[in-house]
C-alpha cells in the first residue's frame, strides 16, 4: 500500500538554528497533510496542516511546503529552541478517506 | 473544553489473553479514531466509529473490535493477544468523520508478555 515516508530519522541542531524536516509520500490522491509534534510518553500534537490547493502555509515559527511535482513535504522550525525536542511525523489523508498515514518519524534533538 | 483521555495510561497482558482500552473523546467530537503504535515507528490506523457504527478500518483482523457508545466515548477490545500486539494505542477524537482536527490522547501502553 501507499505509505508517507521521512527522509531522515534523525536531525540534531543547535538552539537558534533553523529546522528542516522532510517528509515524501508516494500517493497523487492524497489531498490533506499534517505535521506532528510526539513528546516521550505523549500523543501526537498537532503542528501545522496543509491542503493540496496550497504550497505553503505559516504558523507560529513553522512553515509547511508542499511540492506535489516532486510528493514532497517539509516543516520548517524558525530559531529552533530545546523545547523543539521530539519526534516529528508528517501524515496524510487520501480523498474520501477516513484514516491518517503516518512516516515514521524524524527525531529532532536540539542542544544549547 | 476537556481534551481526549485515555485509559488505562499503562497495561501488562499475557498472550492469549483479551484487552479493554477505553476513550473519552474531546468535548464537541462526535468521531473517535484508534491507532496503534509500534515502537520506533507511526501511528497505523486501525478503525474509526462515528455516530456508534464502524466507518472505516484499516488492516487489521478481526480481534480487534470496537464500541462507541451514545456519548461518543469508545473501546478498543483485542483478542487472543499476541506478542506483536505490544505497543502504545492511540485514540483520536474529530468531528463528523473528518481527519482535519484530529486531537490526540496521551496513549495507552499495552505490554503482551
Known amino acids: 500500500g501507499e505509505s508517507v515516508g521521512l527522509h531522515l530519522p534523525t536531525l540534531s541542531v543547535q538552539e537558534g538554528d533553523n529546522s528542516i524536516i522532510n517528509c515524501a509520500y508516494s500517493?497523487?490522491?492524497?489531498?490533506?497533510f499534517i505535521w506532528y509534534k510526539q513528546e516521550s510518553g505523549k500523543g501526537p500534537q498537532f503542528i501545522i496542516d496543509?491542503?493540496?490547493?496550497?504550497d505553503k502555509r505559516q504558523g507560529q515559527r513553522v512553515t509547511v511546503l508542499l511540492n506535489k511535482t516532486v510528493k514532497h513535504l517539509s516543516l520548517q522550525i524558525a530559531a529552533t529552541q530545546p523545547g523543539d525536542s521530539a519526534v516529528y511525523f508528517c501524515a496524510e489523508k487520501v480523498e474520501a478517506g477516513t484514516a491518517l498515514i503516518f512516516g515514521k518519524g524524524t527525531t529532532l534533538s536540539v542542544s544549547s | 473544553e476537556t481534551g481526549v483521555t485515555q485509559s488505562p495510561t499503562h497495561l501488562i497482558k499475557t498472550r492469549g489473553q483479551q484487552v479493554t482500552l477505553r476513550c473519552s473523546s474531546q468535548s464537541g467530537h462526535n468521531t473517535v479514531s484508534w491507532y496503534q503504535q509500534a515502537l520506533g515507528q507511526g501511528p497505523q490506523f486501525i478503525f474509526q466509529y462515528y455516530r456508534e457504527e464502524e466507518n472505516g478500518r484499516g488492516n487489521f483482523p478481526p480481534r480487534f473490535s470496537g464500541l462507541q457508545f451514545p456519548n461518543y466515548s469508545s473501546e478498543l477490545n483485542v483478542n487472543a493477544l499476541e506478542l506483536d500486539d505490544s505497543a502504545l494505542y492511540l485514540c483520536?477524537?474529530?468531528?463528523?468523520?473528518?481527519?482535519?482536527?484530529?486531537?490526540f490522547g496521551s496513549g495507552t501502553r499495552l505490554t503482551v508478555v
Open positions: 483520536a477524537s474529530s468531528l463528523d468523520r473528518v481527519a482535519y482536527g484530529y486531537t
Open positions: 496543509i491542503r493540496s490547493n496550497m
Open positions: 500517493n497523487s490522491a492524497s489531498d490533506y
